[in-house]
């Protein structure tokens, strides 16, 4: 798996995710019953961690500026 995804876009994407999360949780803005689907946050957790995305594989695109580092 090569990484594509480099420093700051996986730090945006964990500040991302955790806001998604604590909407799914109802610290922010409660009640909206839409709440459920900040659970999507987990998944631009996942990539921050791994640093591969697989939308930007399909896409040609990398954050990353060693291209081609393996992980």
């Not at 996942?46 to 291209?67: D, K, M, N, Q, R």
């Amino acid at each position: 798996m090569t990484t594509n995804v480099g420093s700051i876009d996986r730090i945006l994407r964990i500040i991302a995710g955790l806001a998604l999360i604590a909407f799914a949780l109802g610290y922010i803005m409660p009640g909206t019953g839409y709440n459920y689907l900040g659970w999507i946050g987990v998944v631009p957790i996942l990539t921050a961690i791994l640093g591969f995305c697989p939308a930007y594989t399909l896409l040609g695109l990398s954050t990353c500026p060693i291209s081609g580092k393996k992980s």
